[in-house]
């Protein structure tokens, strides 16, 4: 009926559909009591044991407000989003580290490490991921996929300062060890 392309929801939905994602992808909805947030993620073999991990994070309407003052007078005085994405990569050689929050300006792209057998990408000040934003991280390895764990750290104070979550992809199986953030052994 040429209708088919408007389709409610989220775009992210759009590139890894929640309900069949597929071989080698997933989508995960996390939701807690301050909002929602999806991590979807594809993996593309690019052969000679090689393979292309792509996470897109969307926070939905995730915030974590910082509030002044009492009712009738409270301000609140930031109310930000997510500023650190981790995905466990245990022994696996990783290549090709990418973050893009869909702009030109590379003073305020997330810097992605490996540490702890984990790859965590960190936001700069002022580039936290808000409500309604989606960034991309990628990084290629040399095992293929496997259902794994992840954790978005939140850029306010409070509790919890982790966000830990279950059923995506990547080249590690992992557990949840300690409050600041997931590995392996």
Not at 54 to 79: C, H, K, W
Not at 100 to 123: F, H, K, P
Request: avoid cysteine; proline fraction near 6%; aromatic fraction near 8%.
């Amino acid at each position: 009926d040429g209708n088919d392309q408007y389709k409610l929801g989220p775009a992210i939905d759009r590139w890894v559909n929640p309900a069949q994602p597929g071989a080698g992808a997933s989508s995960v909805q996390m939701v807690t009591a301050e909002g929602n947030v999806k991590v979807a993620a594809k993996s593309t073999n690019l052969g000679n044991g090689r393979w292309r991990y792509d996470y897109a994070v969307m926070n939905l309407d995730f915030a974590r407000a910082q509030t002044q003052g009492t009712e009738p007078n409270l301000r609140v005085i930031s109310n930000l989003g997510l500023n650190g994405f981790t995905v466990p990569v245990g022994s696996a050689t990783i290549t090709d580290v990418v973050f893009s929050d869909g702009d030109l300006d590379s003073s305020n792209d997330w810097t992605g490490s490996i540490s702890g057998r984990n790859i965590t990408w960190s936001a700069p000040a002022g580039n936290a991921l808000n409500w309604g934003t989606l960034f991309r991280f990628s990084f290629v390895a040399n095992f293929g996929p496997i259902k794994t764990n992840f954790a978005l750290n939140v850029a306010n104070t409070g509790l919890p300062q982790v966000l830990k979550g279950t059923g995506t992809i990547g080249p590690s199986p992992s557990r949840v060890i300690g409050p600041g953030g997931i590995g392996s052994n």
